[in-house]
T-cell receptor, first 113, second 115 residues
Framework: ETGVTQTPRHLVMGMTNKKSLKCEQHLGHNAMYWYKQSAKKPLELMFVYNFKEQTENNSVPSRFSPECPNSSHLFLHLHTLQPEDSALYLC????????????FGPGTRLTVT | AQKVTQAQTEISVVEKEDVTLDCVYETRDTTYYLFWYKQPPSGELVFLIRRNSFDEQNEISGRYSWNFQKSTSSFNFTITASQVVDSAVYFCALSEPNTGNQFYFGTGTSLTVIP
């Protein structure tokens, strides 16, 4: 595997379900990010981890819970989501938390029914 | 207020035409970084370029070129002799060290190259 991978690529879940999104980076980077991409909106930064420590949480509802067990893996745990949470969730990584280019995974297309 | 504005929502060009995608940014910092990304239908954002605020030289990479003008706070992207494979959504982004290097993305420009 190379670059940034995300699983699953597509997910349909009900509002009462609990699911997790997984991201793995194979680039030796130290920072990882979760973004939400909704139609006609700019990408929204959700969470930032730098050296496994969470450094940003942009007022994300508690029904989204991130986990970063090491610098290569990032999870987004989902529970009791709302239909408006349906979006493309993108994971990215960068060498550090500085102004480096971020490398993105292919995303998970989430549909909440 | 939007920090990065991409006023062109959708553009269509015929193959081999040149096309320029506009990006206007807003910042009070003297040190900042600008980026362009390409998002093809597969969904993955592909990094194209990073430019810091102290380097106003224009850059050319194959059919791609970028025009950075601090006087107008613009960082425009031109594709020369467009090809069908250039069809994608293109995002401009700004990063400011003073805000923890958070990326501010524009809303993107959807480019369709017609064969």
């Amino acid at each position: 595997e190379t670059g940034v991978t995300q699983t699953p690529r597509h997910l349909v879940m009900g509002m009462t379900n609990k699911k997790s999104l997984k991201c793995e980076q194979h680039l030796g980077h130290n920072a990882m990010y979760w973004y939400k991409q909704s139609a006609k909106k700019p990408l929204e930064l959700m969470f930032v981890y730098n050296f496994k420590e969470q450094t940003e949480n942009n007022s994300v509802p508690s029904r989204f819970s991130p986990e970063c067990p090491n610098s290569s893996h990032l999870f987004l745990h989902l529970h009791t989501l709302q239909p408006e949470d349906s979006a493309l969730y993108l994971c990215a990584s960068s060498p550090g938390g500085g102004p480096y280019e971020q490398y993105f995974g292919p995303g998970t297309r989430l549909t909440v029914t | 207020a939007q920090k990065v504005t991409q006023a062109q929502t959708e553009i269509s060009v015929v193959e081999k035409e040149d096309v320029t995608l506009d990006c206007v940014y807003e910042t009070r910092d003297t040190t900042y970084y600008l980026f362009w990304y390409k998002q093809p239908p597969s969904g993955e954002l592909v990094f194209l370029i990073r430019r810091n605020s102290f380097d106003e030289q224009n850059e050319i990479s194959g059919r791609y070129s970028w025009n950075f003008q601090k006087s107008t706070s613009s960082f425009n992207f031109t594709i020369t002799a467009s090809q069908v494979v250039d069809s994608a959504v293109y995002f401009c982004a700004l990063s400011e060290p003073n805000t923890g290097n958070q990326f501010y993305f524009g809303t993107g420009t959807s480019l369709t190259v017609i064969p």
